[in-house]
C-alpha cells in the first residue's frame, strides 16, 4: 500500500474501532487524496474491486462520502468521483461517539454480572 506509516496506523485504529478493514484503509485513502475514484483507491491501497466496492457502500450509508459522476471519454463503465461529506474530525468524532457508547455499555453488563456474584442457585 501507498499509505504512510501514520495512515496505514490510523486505519489500524480504525479498524480496531469496529470498522472493517476495508472501509479503513478507503477512508483514510480519501482523506488524504480530496476527490478519487474507485480505480485509483484499488491500485493504491491494494484493496480488490468488490472491497472498495463494499467500502463505498458502507461509506456512504454512513453519510461520510459523496459521490459524483465524472465526464468519461469513449464507451464503458461510468467513472464516479468520490470524497469527503463533512471534515474528517466530524467523522472521527463520530467513530469516538460510537466508541464511547459501546464502553458505557459494557461497563452496565459488568455492574450487573457483578451484581449476581456470591449469588447462591434457586
Do not use: C
Amino acid at each position: 500500500m501507498t499509505l504512510t506509516e501514520n495512515s496505514n496506523k490510523l486505519a489500524k485504529f480504525l479498524t480496531e474501532s469496529d470498522i472493517p478493514r476495508s472501509v479503513a484503509f478507503t477512508l483514510v485513502y480519501i482523506r488524504n487524496k480530496g476527490e478519487i475514484t474507485s480505480v485509483e483507491i484499488e491500485r493504491e491501497t491494494g484493496l480488490r474491486q468488490p472491497e472498495v466496492s463494499i467500502a463505498m457502500q458502507w461509506l456512504r450509508r454512513k453519510g461520510w462520502i459523496n459521490k459524483r459522476n465524472m465526464k468519461k471519454e469513449g464507451k464503458g463503465r461510468p467513472v464516479h468521483g468520490y470524497r469527503l461529506s463533512k471534515e474528517f474530525d466530524e467523522i472521527l468524532e463520530e467513530i469516538i461517539q460510537d466508541l464511547s457508547e459501546k464502553i458505557d455499555s459494557i461497563q452496565n453488563i459488568i455492574q450487573e454480572l457483578k451484581s449476581y456474584k456470591g449469588e447462591k442457585k434457586k
